[in-house]
């Protein structure tokens, strides 16, 4: 079985500024991981995926996230933020044979402001 | 554009009273699932289908049931709301020709029970 522990519930941070959301996995299988941004009211959208290969993997909007095997962890990244950031992101992890499953971290509520 | 399809975006239900929930997709793909999403809280998995075969969450209440139809339908029945069913309900879909788990997310019905 897989669990994914989201560090911070909340991070305020100001327009233009770096931002990182923490995620740490555990799991006793090889893994997939996966980060999914939810807009108010909406669905969950893939924001970017490690499935093998390089570490840091680019995804849409400019994010980016590193996969540490050691510290097993898969922290997400953005150089400067924008107000339209604003949302709820959720780190997912799926263990590798494990079947058509995504385990859900409690999310991080990313909150830009001018 | 291919996509995943909810139906209500938003509805309304009184207690006890059944309320079923639709979901439709273009991509073809093999399996469908059924979240719930509370406030602040991670997706939970209700249950999934792999083309017609039915996998029920061992924690999954008897009073939600899931229809497929075909391929493109997928319905979610609750037989009976309480008012702790309030929630957001997601639907999802992932091509099982693939080794990783990516799911493809619609923009969910947002359930009231009153």
């Known amino acids: 079985a897989q669990s994914v522990t989201q560090l911070d519930s909340q991070v305020p941070v100001f327009e233009e500024a770096p931002v990182e959301l923490r995620c740490n996995y555990s799991?006793?299988?090889?893994?997939?991981l996966f980060w999914y941004v939810q807009y108010p009211n909406q669905g969950l959208q893939l924001l970017l995926k490690?499935?093998?290969?390089?570490?840091l993997v680019k995804g849409i909007n400019g994010f980016e996230a590193e996969f540490n095997k050691s510290q097993t962890s898969f922290h997400l990244r953005k150089p400067s933020v924008h107000i339209s950031d604003t949302a709820e992101y959720f780190c997912a992890v799926s263990g590798k044979g494990g079947g058509n499953k995504l385990t859900f971290g409690t999310g991080t509520q990313l909150k830009v402001e001018l | 554009d291919a996509m995943v399809i909810q139906n209500p975006r938003y509805q309304v239900t009184q207690f006890g009273k059944p309320v079923t929930l639709s979901c439709s997709q273009t991509?073809?793909?093999?399996?469908m699932y059924w979240y719930q999403q509370k406030s602040s809280q991670a997706p939970k998995l209700l249950f999934h289908?792999?083309?017609?075969?039915?996998?029920n969450e061992a924690d999954t209440p008897d009073n939600f049931q899931s229809r497929r139809p075909n391929t493109s339908f997928c319905f979610l029945d609750i037989r009976s709301p309480g008012l702790g069913d309030a929630a957001m309900y997601l639907c999802?879909?992932?091509?099982?020709?693939?080794?990783?788990?990516?799911?493809?997310f619609g923009p969910g019905t947002r359930l009231t029970v009153l």
């Open positions: 289908y792999y083309d017609k075969d039915f996998n």
């Open positions: 490690y499935l093998s290969g390089s570490t």
């Open positions: 991509l073809n793909h093999n399996v």
């Open positions: 799991s006793s299988v090889s893994v997939y």
């Open positions: 999802a879909t992932s091509p099982h020709s693939t080794e990783y788990n990516e799911q493809f």
